[in-house]
């Protein structure tokens, strides 16, 4: 009964499996996001893992992770100082115009700011993924996500009311940043994935150890 139960094969086992995988990637990401500085590659190398892991079944979960951020470090960091100085920014401004529009043309000033702020955060919902799959320069990386979300405008609309769940629930009730970011990621990459694929070469999930061995014995046989 025991030996059932604690089968990595069981379906228990495995959805506790993916319960501790988001835990502890949303955690990983909660601790480098805290320094700011490194935001930028935690966030390219959560929605990598996130999407390795549970779409295509990797088994390297945190040394994949570390990887991604270590190969998106020189152009994840000022991406990511880059999307904080606009956030302020856009945030700043959204008090100012909030303070003036104490007439009917002022709310309307302000829910016309509100669109182009979610179309912001929209944009910056799919930088990172972007990062993370694609190996481009700064520039190359911010005008090749623009063209995207441009061309893909409802999905980038979605992303962005993601977005302002998942920053609402961690904000309001600080409980879920423990599993949040991680199934955020997996959620966006529902919308995300679509848009790359055509630019990507097709990925499979890798082999398991008893697939390789089984290989490596039919090359010797033969």
């Not at 919308?191 to 090359?219: G, R």
Request: glycine fraction near 6%; proline fraction near 6%; hydrophobic fraction near 55%.
């Amino acid at each position: 009964m025991f030996g059932k139960l604690f089968n990595p094969e069981n379906g228990l086992m495995i959805t506790m499996g993916w319960i501790t995988d988001c835990l502890f990637l949303s955690l990983l990401w909660l601790f480098f996001s805290v320094f700011l500085i490194p935001l930028g590659p935690a966030s390219a190398a959560l929605y990598d893992t996130a999407v390795h892991t549970f779409w295509y079944k990797e088994e390297v979960v945190y040394r994949r992770f570390f990887r991604s951020f270590q190969k998106n470090l020189k152009i994840g960091i000022p991406a990511g100082l880059i999307c904080l100085v606009v956030g302020w920014l856009g945030y700043v401004a959204w008090n100012r115009i909030a303070a003036f529009s104490a007439n009917s043309a002022g709310y309307m000033l302000l829910w016309g700011y509100f669109v182009i702020l979610l179309l912001i955060l929209g944009i910056i919902t799919f930088l990172f993924p972007l990062l993370s799959r694609f190996e481009t320069g700064l520039a190359g990386l911010f005008k090749n996500c623009v063209f995207l979300c441009m061309l893909h405008l409802p999905r980038t609309m979605l992303l962005s009311f993601l977005s302002v769940v998942t920053i609402w629930l961690c904000l309001w009730l600080w409980w879920p940043v423990i599993f949040m970011p991680c199934l955020s990621a997996l959620i966006a990459s529902v919308f995300i994935e679509p848009v790359l694929k055509p630019y990507m070469p097709e990925e499979t999930a890798p082999a398991k150890p008893e697939e390789e061995q089984d290989s490596h014995s039919e090359e010797e046989d033969l």
